[in-house]
């Protein structure tokens, strides 16, 4: 029972840093959380509860880096 108790107390406290980390990697592709991605996005990375990071597609034609 003992070990049972420490096991969820560690997967309790440690969720609220697995969320912050999913949200700080999707800042850093500049995408951003939606439930859904549109027609001219891509799915990246995933955010927290269950939502996907999204990141808008760049057309061939518009390179940045020019």
């Known amino acids: 029972m003992r070990t049972f108790l420490f096991l969820f107390a560690v997967l ?3 969720a609220p840093a ?3 980390f999913f949200d700080e990697k999707c ?3 500049q995408g951003r959380c939606v ?3 549109q027609k001219n996005e891509e799915l990246v990375a995933l955010c927290q ?3 996907k990071c999204c990141l808008t597609l760049q057309p ?3 390179n940045t880096n020019d």
């Open 12 to 14: 309790f406290l440690l």
């Open 18 to 20: 697995r969320n912050a």
């Open 27 to 29: 800042s850093k592709l």
């Open 35 to 37: 439930n859904s991605c």
């Open 49 to 51: 509860k269950s939502l």
């Open 60 to 62: 061939c034609w518009k």
